[in-house]
Nanobody, 128 residues
Framework: QVSLVESGGGLVQAGGSLRLSCAGS????????MGWFRQAPGKEREFVAA????????YFGTSVKDRFTISRDNAENTVYLQMNAMKPEDTAVYYC?????????????????????WGQGTQVTVSS
């Protein structure tokens, strides 16, 4: 049983920083991508960032590129999302997710229905 547990959400002022953590358990994550999505009220769930568990290559949504970074600690089975220069429009529930891609062809799935496992989510609020 795969479990993903997020932590680190909270309230931050615009321009500030916040780091989210996601602890995975229940399996090894070889051939997986681990990532983050977010969902604001009344909006669809949006891809934020992902990292290849083995190689560490990272991918970002256009709205967070150059402000957010993603990293992983393989020994701790944990993935991190460092959010800098935050904006009020970053306010959302942030979800950790994992997808199994044994033969990655260079095209990362960014639709929520293409990902296999999800955490419960953590609220991030950015005040103006």
């Amino acid at each position: 049983q795969v479990s993903l547990v997020e932590s680190g959400g909270g309230l931050v002022q615009a321009g500030g920083s916040l780091r989210l953590s996601c602890a995975g358990s229940g399996r090894t994550f070889s051939n997986y991508f681990m990532g983050w999505f977010r969902q604001a009220p009344g909006k669809e769930r949006e891809f934020v960032a992902a990292v290849n568990w083995e190689h560490g290559s990272a991918y970002f949504g256009t709205s967070v590129k150059d402000r957010f970074t993603i990293s992983r600690d393989n020994a701790e089975n944990t993935v991190y999302l460092q959010m800098n220069a935050m904006k009020p429009e970053d306010t959302a529930v942030y979800y950790c997710a994992a997808v199994f891609i044994p033969n990655y062809n260079g095209t990362l799935p960014t639709g929520q229905y293409e990902w296999d496992y999800w955490g419960q989510g953590t609220q991030v609020t950015v005040s103006s």
